[in-house]
């Protein structure tokens, strides 16, 4: 499966930055997913479930504060307070 870059990060710093075939939050329209070569686009992220699934085929669950997501032909970031992963 195709990959992008993904960066979460806090005031704090990085929280997480690699590869990933597949992110999923809850935007303010409701859940979304992002994956490679998706047309880029910014929207707010609300409170809720977070799932990863990184580029070696790992997946992370957890649930993430409220933020921002802006992806572009670059790569996807997320601008949020905090994640709490399931696995930390």
Known sequence: MNTFTLIIASPDGELYR???EKLIVRGSEGDLAVMAGHVP??????RGRCT???GDGQ???GLIEAGLLTVDREKTTVL?????????
């Open 80 to 88: 949020t307070s905090a994640v709490h992963w399931k696995d930390e």
């Open 41 to 46: 686009f910014i929207t707010a992220v609300r």
């Open 59 to 61: 997946r992370r669950t």
């Open 52 to 54: 990863l699934e990184t």
């Open 18 to 20: 690699g590869e990933a």
